[in-house]
């Protein structure tokens, strides 16, 4: 039972070979794709994480390193995540991912549509292996995609950039450290509205794993999150 | 907006700025604010206000002080090596007397430096930062939420003393995530006669300008702006004391140094070493009362900085050097860490 409720285990069938995490900045891409990778790696053998942020030069993958280190999962990441060098770089094997079919990645894509930018040089292997999956991150409680509308927007944005569509949404709404039962609940009409008003089924509904215990029974694919500490957390905590 | 929002710093200080009428926001992008100006991109159009990325922060900031003069709420944001491009146009709405509200969100330096958090702007920020004699009221928050208040509350400053106002903060308060409650209000914005907002031929044109061609009465400009200065310093300064009544030990930290530094008092309690903290809210005005107070009966002062030792030099000035200040700090974009801010105040208590 416990086992059950606890992170890294996919509620459903089998991930693609290639699951594309995107989304709005902020709306919790990285913390998704590191949980999806470990939980990826219980089913198969050789599992990559790969950090495609050309976005943001905090909050990345490799504040997760230990973690993915510890449970066999391979990094793809530019050496200069996480260093004061603030530019748009991608990691130098990042065409493992498409060249290296034996492998399970989970690409973790920068936010917005800047971010989905990175794709125009995968989409075209990605699309001719076709086994994969695009998920729409999405957080009711951030708040420029407080409403379905707001995120349809976002979603038609990052689409645009990517020249790729999503298959599937995963209803990430939470208010950080502080988010209760209560919020994750109140957020599913506005994943539900998402949902119809895009034609993408919800696949995940996340929840920190505390939270998550007290949601079973209550949500459908429910995944259980162990939150990743980034750089400010890991300073001053 | 529902009850709480979950918001990074950067983007609280935006939505606040909207929130208090702000409608006009000129910037240029760099790392760790840019999220401020990205956020004003997205809404700005939405709501009929102006969003522009200028060619530089020296555009930016002479454009600040345009719609200033037209008596209109106006921002711009940068980080450390950003805001000293915009010395010079603050030091020219100071000498024009235009309120208006600048945020820096400071990363290491000097130079280019790094990206990560740091609090090495405090010189220049309450000094003034431009060239000549002046002063900006210097608002740290500490919490997503505080920089979401801050900036309404830099707005409202800045509109009461024709100064201009600075949120300053720093890496990790722009970059961190919390749940934020902007459902707060905001009062309007007062009337402004002077601004330059066309005569309609009924009454004599205002002049808004740095420059003066006779030297009695630039001195007296700068005397009677001086005395504005001390209303401020009477009417405005804040700060939070913690545990400070039976402190034998005092902290003086502000923004993520006053949160980290909280942490470590609370440990310090716990060992039975009465400590406590002073964290200052304005930086200038900076609050000499509560370390005037504190030095009648704290045997040590810990001022703990994301600098080689800035803010020290106020706590030094504020308490009189009556007892000593001391300085536990870190460099570079590091952050003390709460064990060796305890370490400080269990060194200072033997």
């Known amino acids: 039972m416990v086992e059950n409720n606890s992170a890294f285990r996919i509620p459903h069938s089998a991930l693609r070979r290639v699951t594309l995490i995107v989304g709005h900045y902020g709306s919790g891409k990285t913390n998704i794709a590191v949980n999806l990778a470990v939980a990826a790696r219980r089913e198969h053998e050789r599992v990559a994480i790969a950090d495609l942020d050309i976005v943001n030069p905090y909050f990345r993958t490799k504040d997760s390193l230990d973690l993915l280190r510890e449970k066999d999962v391979r990094l793809i990441v530019s050496e200069y995540a996480n260093t004061n060098l603030d530019i748009p770089a991608l990691p130098q094997d990042m065409y493992a991912v498409t060249d290296d079919r034996g492998l399970t990645c989970i690409l973790d894509i920068g936010g917005d549509d800047r971010g989905a930018l990175v794709l125009g040089r995968l989409r075209p292997a990605i699309l001719e292996e076709n086994d994969y999956e695009m998920w729409l991150v999405i957080n009711k409680y951030r708040p420029l995609t407080a409403t379905p509308a707001d995120a349809i927007e976002v979603l038609r944005e990052i689409e645009a950039a990517a020249n790729m569509r999503c298959t599937g949404i995963v209803n990430n709404s939470n208010l950080g450290r502080e988010t209760t039962v209560a919020d994750v609940l109140a957020s599913i009409p506005y994943a539900e509205e998402v949902s119809a008003l895009s034609g993408l089924p919800i696949v995940l509904t996340t929840a920190e794993e505390t939270v998550a215990k007290e949601l079973d029974g209550k949500v459908k694919d429910l995944f259980p999150l162990a939150l990743q500490k980034n750089f400010i957390e890991r300073k001053i905590q | ?326 300085l536990c700090n870190r460099v570079g974009g590091m952050i003390p860490s709460p064990e060796q801010v305890l370490d400080a105040i269990v060194k200072a208590s033997k």
């Open chain 2, 1 to 326: 907006m529902a009850d709480k929002v979950l918001m990074k710093g950067n983007e609280a200080i935006a939505e606040a700025a909207i929130k208090a009428g702000c409608r006009h926001y000129f910037g240029y992008p760099i790392t760790p604010q840019t999220e401020v100006a990205a956020y004003m991109a997205k809404r700005m159009p939405k709501i009929g206000g102006t969003f522009l990325q200028a060619e530089s922060e020296i555009a930016a900031i002479n454009m600040v002080y345009g719609v200033a003069s037209a008596g209109l709420r106006v921002m711009t944001s940068s980080s450390s090596p950003g805001i000293s491009l915009k010395g010079e146009g603050i030091s020219y709405l100071a000498g024009a007397d235009l309120p208006a509200l600048v945020v820096n969100v400071q990363r290491g330096g000097p130079g280019l430096g790094g990206i990560q958090p740091s609090q090495s702007d405090y010189f220049q920020s309450t000094r003034g930062g431009g060239h000549g004699d002046y002063h900006m009221i210097v608002l740290a928050p500490s919490s997503v939420q505080e920089m979401a208040e801050m900036t309404v509350k830099g707005f409202e400053l800045a509109d009461k003393y024709r100064m201009t106002a600075m949120v300053l903060a720093d890496g990790t308060m722009g970059q961190m995530m919390e749940p934020v409650d902007l459902n707060f209000e905001v009062a309007p914005a007062p009337e402004k006669p002077w601004a330059t907002t066309g005569t309609e031929m009924k009454r004599k044109h205002n002049i808004v300008n740095s420059l003066s061609l006779v030297p009695e009465e630039l001195e007296k400009l700068n005397i009677a702006r001086f005395e504005r200065y001390e209303l401020v310093k009477r009417n405005e300064t804040m700060y939070e004391e913690y545990m400070m009544d039976d402190a034998d030990i005092a902290i003086a930290a502000f923004g993520i140094a006053a949160r980290v530094s909280k942490n470590a008092v609370n440990e310090a309690r716990k060992r039975g070493i009465k400590a406590g903290l002073i964290r200052p809210i304005t930086l200038w005005p900076f609050p000499d009362a509560p370390f005037k107070k504190a030095a009648t009966h704290v045997k040590q002062f810990i001022s703990v900085e994301l600098n080689m030792g800035q803010m020290i030099e106020d706590v030094r000035l504020a308490s009189e050097c009556k007892v000593p200040v001391t």
